[in-house]
């Protein structure tokens, strides 16, 4: 194998690790946000969009290179008096070719797998941020909500409380009016029975006094007649 080729299947099997790293649940995607967001990312990447499309284009300068290849000795012309070797050295040929077109083809998918899979896992450490935060405004607000609620049911039981109270001392008074009420209208009634009784006894005693003038008139008239019978 040549030493472009090596180069490439070296970055092929680093390729094939790294998409492993990245797929086995070996470490959370806050992590591999924190370590894709580190300074030494960060410093390089500016000239990232660069690099990779450089990275690209020679691996589809090789995926071509591997196909010509291929279709340069998949198609021999065939003699009739061609020897063993040289078909043997086409055969081998062909296989490197064919080696070569895998090799690069699969370089190239995994190279693409790797940058998207940098982007998911960037944009699910971001949701998950995000949810986090969301559920932390969620469990505030359900705690100021509860916390309302108890106040208001607090102040609602206040209320209650004192019209409940007030009910109370509303129904004292109106008990207190209707016996005073009742009172009154009891010691209305003893008046007018004792003013009537003292109107009866005025008119009783008027009639005494009338009675005890007569019988004062009659002495005095007895008394007169028999001094002159005298």
């Known amino acids: 194998m ?15 690790v790294i998409v492993l790293l990245l797929v086995l649940p070996i470490a959370s995607p806050r992590r591999w946000n924190t370590f894709f967001k580190s300074r030494f990312l960060q410093g390089i990447q500016q000239q990232a969009g660069i690099y990779f499309v450089v990275l690209l284009a020679v691996l589809v300068l090789f995926l071509l290179d591997a196909i010509r290849e291929m279709r340069k000795y998949s198609s021999p012309e065939v003699t009739d008096h061609q020897h063993l070797d040289a ?6 040929r062909l296989f490197r070719a064919q080696r070569n077109f895998y090799i690069s083809g699969f ?27 969301a559920m932390r ?12 609620l108890a106040q208001t049911g607090a102040s609602n039981d206040n209320e209650s409380n004192e019209a409940q ?8 008074l109106r008990k207190k009016i209707t016996e005073l009420e ?15 009784q003292a109107e009866n006894i005025t008119k009783e005693y ?9 019988l004062q008139k009659k002495l005095l008239a007895s008394g007169d007649s028999d001094k002159k019978a005298d």
């Open 137 to 148: 405004q969620a469990q505030s607000a359900s705690t100021a909500a509860k916390t309302l």
């Open 165 to 172: 109270d007030k009910e109370l001392q509303v129904s004292t």
């Open 87 to 92: 078909e043997m050295q086409g055969n081998m």
């Open 2 to 16: 040549s030493l472009q080729w090596t180069l490439i299947a070296g970055f092929l099997y680093l390729e094939i």
């Open 182 to 196: 009742d009172k009154l209208k009891s010691e209305s009634k003893d008046k007018h029975a004792v003013k009537e």
């Open 107 to 133: 370089a190239l998918f995994l190279c693409l797998v790797i940058r998207r899979l940098v982007t998911l896992i960037s944009q699910q450490a971001s949701l998950l941020a995000q949810s986090e935060a």
């Open 206 to 214: 008027d009639r005494l006094l009338e009675e005890h003038s007569k």
